[in-house]
């Protein structure tokens, strides 16, 4: 039997060069910078065409569509594998000990971002395919390594690529966790709104808060007036004092700036994050502001603070097999023009609707006179545990690291493997490893990315063999 992790290790120094090539293009998106050409900015279209041509060199068939999204292409037969990666990453923001895009390895740690999210994956999964394919391999179906890139926003480009590409069925992303997670659920987020409108006393002038639906809320900064500013700033340090989180109050010529610092975290799992917005909405909720700006930091304070399970709203729900409902509270601002502009992100399980939790939040927003508005939403995904592709990749991964007790998960999603039938995500990131995608100081240990390929190596043998 080959050995798979020797393997992968042969291949490292490769890797971790092409890897941190790629990890130093900062692909955010940014709509500031879109063109026609470049509709996503021009950064994840530079990732996009570096990691094309290092695949063309590498011998790969490859093909580039309208700069969003693109694939490597191995083998021949009627079936077409998919392996779904992304290289547009989260934007870095604050708070990291190293430069997010200028990679470096301490103590046998990959830190940048992309490390885990998605590059470090994805790269370690195209070493497999290469791997095989210079091994001389012959592939009983196609392999098509499909790299999108706009997975942390709005999917574009692997959109794009099932409207114009035949549409696999069969595949796996590696942009998640082991072993592997055969069911996501469901995606929507809810918009509220509260008029623009304050009382003469206590004047929220602007609330800060969040740079993405999907990320808890590191930062928020209100800018207010009020009557008795040393007041406000003695509370403040105190609520400061009293509570998780960091904070300053500064005097300015516009009014006093209260800045609170949280704890960033995946929006997938916001309990595992501190949100800075809810924080510092709940200190604000004891003056009396009025109007659309009380709405909005009561909302926060009361509906929104130290709760991602909608028990406020009467809205907690559990499926048995896809477990709980979550919710994000991720971008939370309030301006004297635009009034309140919140985005509350929820991954529900089979058996709860997008409409249902709309209704639960309604309830509470009429009461605060401010509105709802459903966004686009995905629904819950699932492919049986005794599916082939299931249980070729866990066979893979048990093989690889002697963890015989995993079983498939489910998460709250969503990775690209929803886009096939029998699409599922697999790795990469190892139990033991810390998950640090979306957060300050990404990082992956150097040695769980080589495993991880020796887990795709085999794993990918296995289905083009089989
Ligand atoms: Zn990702
Ligand atoms: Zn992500």
Redesign the pocket.
Known sequence: MTDWLKAAQSQEKDYLNDLTALMKIPSVRDDSAATDEYPLGPRPAQALAAFLEMAEQDGFRTKNIDNVVGYAEWGEGDETLAILAHLDV?PAGKGWDTDPFDPVIKDGNLYGRGAS??KGPGMAAYYALKYLKDQGVIFNKRVRFIVGTD??SNWTGMHRYFEVEPAPTLGFSPDAEFPVINGEKGQVSLKIGAPATNGDQYVLESFHSGLRFNMVPREAVALVTVPDRNEVTAAFDQFVDDNPISGTAEETAEGLRLTVIGKAAHGMEPEQGINAGTYLATFLDRYNFAGGAKSFIHFLAKYLHLDTRMAGFDGAFTDPVMGELTMNAGILNFDQDNGADIDMNFRFPKGITPDELETNVKRVTDQLGMTVAQGPSQKPHYVDPEDPIVKTLMQAYIDQTGDTDAKPEVVGGGTYGRLMDRGVAFGALMPQTPNT??QANEFQPVAALIKSMAIYMEAINNLVTD
Do not use: T, W
């Open positions: 989260m999210d998605d997975e942390e995608m979306h």
